[in-house]
C-alpha cells in the first residue's frame, strides 16, 4: 500500500516570500503520478500541479513548483512570491499510474498561512 | 456551468437518521468517486464507480452504500447515521479509471448530533 507523508501540519510566510513544502511517499510502484491540492476556505479541492514519475524535469505552474525526488521518494512544493490568496491546506496525493483502479492516496495536510 | 455538483452542500442530521448526498457531473466521465474528509482534514477514498459499475470498496461500514443510476450521477446513502460521520464528502470524477486527473465537488458537509 502507498502512503504520503508531510511532515509539516502547519507553516506561515511573509507574502512575497517563498515557502517551501515538504512531502514524502512510500511505493513499490515504478509508474505513478504526484499532485499538490489546494484547499482554501471555501474546502473546494484545487488542483495545483501534477507529476508524471517518469519525467526527469520538475513541473512548474507560474508561482508553483515542485522538487520531485524519485530515489529518495520525495516531492516537495515551492511557492514564490506568495500572496495572501495562497493561505489554504495544501495536500500532497499519490495516484498509481494504469492500474484501473486509480483513487488518490492523499497526505494530511499542511495548513499555509500567507502574512501580510 | 458547474463540472461536478454535489447536493446538499450542507446537511444537518440526527443520530439513527437515514440521509442521502447526490453528485452529478457533466463532463462525460466515465469513472467516480467518493473520499470522506474527517475532522482532522484527512481525505481517504470510499467508492469508485467506473461506468456505473463498483471498482472500489474500501473499508466502509456497510450504513454507507453507494448507487450509480448512469455514468454522471453517483449517490451516497447513508444509513443509521452515526457522530462519527461527521465530515465533508466529496465527490469526483475522472475521464476513466486510469485517467491522471480529478475533478472535485464543492463537497457536503454532514452534521451529525
Known amino acids: 500500500a502507498q502512503t504520503v507523508t508531510q511532515s509539516q501540519p502547519e507553516m506561515s510566510v511573509q507574502e512575497a516570500e517563498t515557502v517551501t513544502l515538504s512531502c514524502t511517499y512510500d511505493t513499490s510502484e515504478s509508474n505513478y503520478y504526484l499532485f499538490w491540492y489546494k484547499q482554501p476556505p471555501s474546502r473546494q479541492m484545487i488542483l495545483v500541479i501534477r507529476?508524471?514519475?517518469?519525467?526527469?524535469q520538475n513541473a512548474t505552474e507560474n508561482r508553483f513548483s515542485v522538487n520531485f525526488q524519485k530515489a529518495a521518494k520525495s516531492f516537495s512544493l515551492k511557492i514564490s512570491d506568495s500572496q495572501l490568496g495562497d493561505t489554504a491546506m495544501y495536500f500532497c496525493a499519490f495516484m498509481k499510474l494504469n492500474s484501473g483502479n486509480t483513487p488518490l492516496v492523499f497526505g494530511k495536510g499542511t495548513r499555509l498561512s500567507v502574512i501580510a | 456551468d458547474t463540472a461536478v455538483s454535489q447536493t446538499p452542500k450542507y446537511l444537518v442530521t440526527q443520530m439513527g437518521n437515514d440521509k442521502s448526498i447526490k453528485c452529478e457531473q457533466n463532463?462525460?466521465?466515465?469513472?467516480m468517486y467518493w473520499y470522506k474528509q474527517d475532522s482532522k482534514k484527512f481525505l481517504k477514498i470510499m467508492f469508485s464507480?467506473?461506468?456505473?459499475?463498483?471498482?472500489i470498496n474500501e473499508t466502509v461500514p456497510n450504513r454507507f452504500s453507494p448507487k450509480s443510476p448512469d455514468k454522471a450521477h453517483l449517490n451516497l446513502h447513508i444509513n443509521s447515521l452515526e457522530l462519527g460521520d461527521s465530515a465533508v464528502y466529496f465527490c469526483?470524477?475522472?475521464?476513466?479509471?486510469?485517467?491522471?486527473?480529478?475533478?472535485f465537488g464543492p463537497g457536503t458537509r454532514l452534521t451529525v448530533t
Open positions: 469526483a470524477s475522472s475521464q476513466d479509471a486510469g485517467s491522471s486527473e480529478q475533478y
Open positions: 464507480y467506473n461506468n456505473k459499475e463498483l471498482i
Open positions: 507529476q508524471e514519475a517518469y519525467k526527469q
Open positions: 463532463l462525460g466521465h466515465d469513472t
